[in-house]
């Protein structure tokens, strides 16, 4: 069976009649041309997903629930916390977030930050994780937070996380971060500075809060690249532990 078109049909609108509007709408009727009769595939971002046949096209796009699949949660979850940056590859970090399973991300502003971070997220980083997921055809979209106070905000909000983990470059720091180093179950964050990399006294608290130093190896690697490497060593961690 030929892969179906997806779109992203959001929780609040799960529910007869079914219609997709905006972009995701446009995108059925305007640019696949796909009309009355058609099957495609809808989530909701939480782990719902459904069969569904195309009723109407015109004014608007009208929906049909003809199967609907709910996935249990994941035993683990992964989150980044990431020192807010002026990043060209921000968009892509977030698609590509979203085919490695992040469960969130969380955006806070460090000491060296490039640019003042926003203080909610933008409705474009919304379209980007939806990109992703219909990519992959993920039924979970990761949540996206904008963590105020910095370092010390951070441990705030990740207090109840049962691994932490803090990336960092220092010459002092000799472990390496691998994947058997990480806990089958329950929620883990790691927490990887902006291009210009964290001071000691931001090293310091989350230290200080239970969050091990690790390195990601020799070589400094670019923020999104440090973030995507936590992503893969927790995808491969599921199937190591």
């Keep these: 069976m030929a892969r179906l078109d997806s779109f992203y049909l959001p929780p609040q609108s799960w529910h007869a009649p079914f219609r997709l509007e905006g ?5 059925l009727s305007k640019v696949l041309r796909l009309g009355p009769g058609a099957v495609v595939r809808c989530f909701d971002g939480q ?6 046949t195309v009723e109407s096209a015109k004014g608007g796009v009208t929906l049909r629930l003809d199967s ?4 249990e ?3 683990s979850e992964t989150w980044l ?3 807010w940056n002026k990043s060209t590859r921000r968009g892509w970090l977030l698609e590509k977030a979203v085919e490695l399973g992040a469960a969130g991300i969380l955006f806070w502003e460090a000491s060296r930050s490039q640019g003042g971070m926003p203080g909610v997220p933008k409705e474009t980083w919304q379209a980007q994780l939806v ?3 219909k990519q992959c055809g993920n039924p979970w979209l990761p949540v996206i937070e904008m963590v105020s106070g910095g370092a010390a905000g951070v441990i705030a ?3 109840d996380f049962e691994q932490r983990w803090l990336l960092w470059e220092s010459r002092d720091v000799k472990r390496s971060l691998t994947a058997r180093d990480l806990t089958p179950t329950g929620r883990r964050v790691f927490v990887v500075g902006p291009e210009g990399g964290l001071t000691d006294s931001e090293a310091g608290l989350f230290q200080n809060a239970g969050y091990p130093a690790a390195t990601l190896g020799s070589r400094p690697l670019r923020w999104e690249t440090a973030a995507l490497l936590c992503l893969g060593l927790a995808w491969l961690g ?4």
């Design 157 to 159: 909000r990740c207090a």
């Design 81 to 83: 916390a990431l020192g």
């Design 68 to 71: 609907e699949t709910i996935h």
């Design 23 to 27: 972009d995701e709408a446009r995108h």
């Design 131 to 133: 990109a992703g997921a």
């Design 73 to 75: 949660p994941p035993a």
């Design 238 to 241: 599921a199937d190591t532990n």
């Design 47 to 52: 782990g719902r997903e459904g069969l569904f």
